[in-house]
Each structure stands twice: as structure tokens, then as C-alpha cells.
């Protein structure tokens, strides 16, 4: 390793242009809520080891090459911009500790680990490495809808993402999903998951252990029958349930409103939803129309406890 770069128990920032004749740089942040920039592309890039410490870090790396990166306590935030390739054999390491932290990478293929507590990691899919740890730990490919048009299947038993036809990556003790805003598949494990299909047709399937089918606003769940989000195994002997909590029910009212669940056909009350044997519809106007849809694949009825409303 080269020069050791020491900081204080306060709250410090560091470049490492700053350091312009250096490369494979020691950092330790000790205490403090500080910030570490690692923003060499050039040949003084990469192979840098970082522990960040106590406190709430943030941590930016632009150079995907050999770095080891120990966030710490705390509930830090790692970002990794990549200039790396799908053909280095130089990875990085990020090792979250103790705290809630999150990961919003871009790296071709580099090794993540949230360690102890509630992680988020996102990822633009390539061929990375996710290890939740202990905790309820969230893989979010949302990220990806800036770079293409192509959704991604995730499968929490099996451990992976496919992100292309070639390209893979790899989930560890990871519980929850958030898709792309493309059209995506999502698989759930044998545990309790949250499954958030996004914007996009999306199918998802719980398996085993009381999972949470969300959607967080209307136009994901798209109003033609033949584009519908599809859930694929809802059961309520495992306590399954249709997250629509943060779908506003009424737009003519501000805020957010609950839906009310009826078990007859819509009566021109805004903010009514049902369910006609295929598909969970909700009017938002009252109109008496529905203004989205989520079928439902194999199930014959529906109550109010089968929903979060």
C-alpha cells in the first residue's frame, strides 16, 4: 500500500485529486460523519484501501480496480461509478459493518456486503456480487431504466439476477426486490419478501412465506388487460398481501387516500376497488371505470385483509 491519509475525529472530507503523486492510498476516517472521494481514473486510481469509521460516511469511488472499502458503524452510503470492465480482474470489495447502509453502484463486477443491519443496494445490473447479511436487505434495480429499454428477472431462491443474455449477478441473503421500470420477472425465496415490480409488465411470484406484492403508484399497474402486472401465487394461507398504500384512492381529494374494498360492482364513488374474479381494479375518480388493474393468477376471490391499503 502507499501513503497512509489519517483524518480526525470530526466530521472531514477528502479528495484523493488532492493527493496528485500517490496512488494505493491508506485512508482512515476514524470518527465523525465524513465524506471520501476517490476520484482518480488515471493510472493513480484503483487499489486504494478505505475504512471509513465511526459515524455516517459517504463514500464516492470513480475507479473500479482493486479498492477495499470498509464503511464502518453507522448508516453510510457507498457510491460506485464504475470505470472498471466486464473483463477485470481487479474488483472491489465494499464491506458495509454495522448500520443501515446503501450501495448505488455501477460496476461491471465488484463484491458488495451489507453486514449487520437494513441494506439497500442499487444496481444498474452487470455482474456484481450482493451479500445482504443479517437484517431485511433490498436489491433495487430501478437505476437500470436510465441505461435501457431491458427489464430483469430476479430470483431470490436461486440467488441471481440475469441482466442480459450472458451476464448475471449474484444475490446473498437478500429478502426484498425493487424492479426496473422496464418489464421485469421477480421470484421471491421461501421467506417473507416485499416485491416491487415498478413501472413496466411485470410478473411476480412470492413462493413460501408471507409476502408483500407492492405498488407504489397507479401507473404501475397499467389499465389494458393484456399489459397488466400479474401476480402469479397469492395465497392467503401464507398471508400474501396486495400493497397499495401508497396509491392515492381519490384524486380529487389531496393527499393520500385509502382505498375501500367492495364486493359489488363500482358505484361511481371515487376511490372503490374490487375484484371481478381476474383482476384487482381500482377507480380513482369515480367515474365508475377502472383506472388500473393487476391480475391475479389462479385465485377465484378476494377480501379487504388480502390487501395494505
Known sequence: ????????????????????????????????????????????????????????????????????????????????????????????????????????????????????????????????TFHGGTGQDTISYLPRSDETTSGVTVDLLAGLTQTSATRQERLISIEHVIGSSNNDEIFGSNVANRLTGGFGFDLLTGRGGADQFIFKSAADCRISATQADIIIDFSRADNDKVNLLTIDANVHVAGNQAFNFVTTGFTRNAGELRFDGDFVLGDLNGDGRADFRILMNEISTMQASDFVL
Open 1 to 128: 500500500m502507499g501513503r497512509q491519509i489519517t483524518l480526525t475525529q470530526g466530521n472531514d472530507t477528502f479528495n484523493q485529486s488532492a493527493v496528485s503523486d500517490n496512488s494505493a492510498l491508506q485512508i482512515f476516517g476514524l470518527g465523525g460523519n465524513d465524506t471520501i472521494v476517490l476520484d482518480r481514473t488515471d493510472d493513480l486510481g484503483g487499489s486504494n484501501r478505505v475504512d471509513a469509521g465511526a459515524g455516517n460516511d459517504g463514500v464516492v469511488n470513480r475507479k473500479e480496480f482493486g479498492n477495499v472499502i470498509l464503511l464502518g458503524e453507522g448508516n453510510d452510503t457507498y457510491v460506485g461509478l464504475g470505470f472498471g470492465s466486464f473483463d477485470t480482474d481487479r474488483l472491489d470489495q465494499v464491506f458495509g459493518g454495522i448500520g443501515a447502509d446503501t450501495f448505488a453502484v455501477q460496476t461491471f463486477k465488484s463484491q458488495y456486503f451489507g453486514e449487520t443491519g437494513n441494506d439497500l443496494f442499487h444496481s444498474v445490473g452487470r455482474s456484481n
